[in-house]
């Protein structure tokens, strides 16, 4: 009888548990989402109390007055190539590093997977030497190429672990109905990556979009993203709060959005071994 009872209080303490975390996971953002309408006068009333009047203009004065407008720009247009080519080139390696065997294939992965064992600190003044030989020194380009190679690390990890769980079944089945090497990647096994490939579009999308090192070396002016954006916001409106937190609102609302889009992908594509070495 004890046993059964036990039993039964476990899930209401797990479900305590969870919901404590949640708060504290969600209360700060709840703090700030109020705090971007507000009047600095009223911040002494605490970070949770409703604003009096719900006015954009804290954002207004973040986008034009701190040239967010500029930063976004400059975000999205770092942003999308490195996605787009680092899901591409990791779709190709993990379909080859998780289905064939060659030789070196084991040595030729822990070459690639350096990228996620180094830490960027020690690289960042070769890669500043490199990109200024090369002439990309304050350029896109000096941004795009680093976060493509640290992107195509992960991507390879993630996507190898996905493909290797893939029935070998399947695979001999459509090369025996003709299909060649890339006729099983792009017509059989990428409709079927599409849980892994999108979770792992998310997390590119995210870090590349919060990157705020390697952008605040290697460009200056218009050139930077919205996080050094950011930065610079709270040296300029140190005393503004509210536009700081309108500030911060509007950094973090793309990745927020494209969660919410692909939520039901990210999770099934977390929970189907899309990571399993």
């Avoid at 207004?60 to 190539?81: D, H, K, M, N």
């Avoid at 080139?89 to 350096?114: C, E, H, Q, R, V």
Wanted: aromatic letters at 12%; hydrophobic letters at 55%; glycine letters at 8%.
């Amino acid at each position: 009888m004890a046993t059964v009872t036990r039993r039964r209080r476990q899930p209401w303490l797990v479900y305590l548990l969870l919901t404590l975390f949640m708060l504290g996971a969600i209360l700060p953002f709840v703090g700030i989402f109020l705090t971007a309408f507000k009047e600095t006068p009223e911040l002494i009333k605490g970070p949770f109390a409703l604003p009096e009047s719900w006015s954009l203009k804290n954002f207004v004065a973040a986008w034009e007055g701190a040239r967010f407008a500029t930063y976004f720009q400059s975000s999205v247009i770092v942003v999308v190539p490195v996605v787009i080519i680092s899901a591409l080139l990791a779709t190709m390696s993990g379909y080859a590093l998780g289905t064939m065997k060659f030789p070196g294939d084991n040595l030729l992965l822990m070459l690639i997977l350096l990228g996620l064992m180094m830490p960027f600190e020690a690289v960042i003044i070769p890669l500043w030497q490199i990109m200024g030989s090369l002439g990309l020194r304050n350029t896109y380009w000096s941004v795009i190429l680093p976060q493509v190679a640290l992107s195509f690390s992960f991507g390879t990890f993630w996507m190898r672990g996905h493909f290797k769980n893939v029935p070998s079944e399947l695979i001999d089945a459509a090369v025996v109905d003709g299909c060649s090497t890339w006729g099983v990647l792009w017509r059989v096994l990428f409709p079927l990556s599409r849980p892994a490939l999108l979770s792992m579009i998310v997390l590119v999308f995210m870090w590349t979009w919060n990157e705020f090192f390697l952008v605040l070396v290697m460009v200056t002016g218009d050139l930077r993203t919205l996080p050094v954006g950011l930065a610079l916001l709270r040296g300029r409106y140190a005393s503004d709060v509210p536009t700081m937190a309108a500030g911060a609102m509007i950094v973090s609302l793309p990745v927020l959005i494209l969660y919410l889009i692909f939520q039901r992908h990210f999770i099934r594509g977390m929970i189907s071994g899309a990571i399993k070495a």
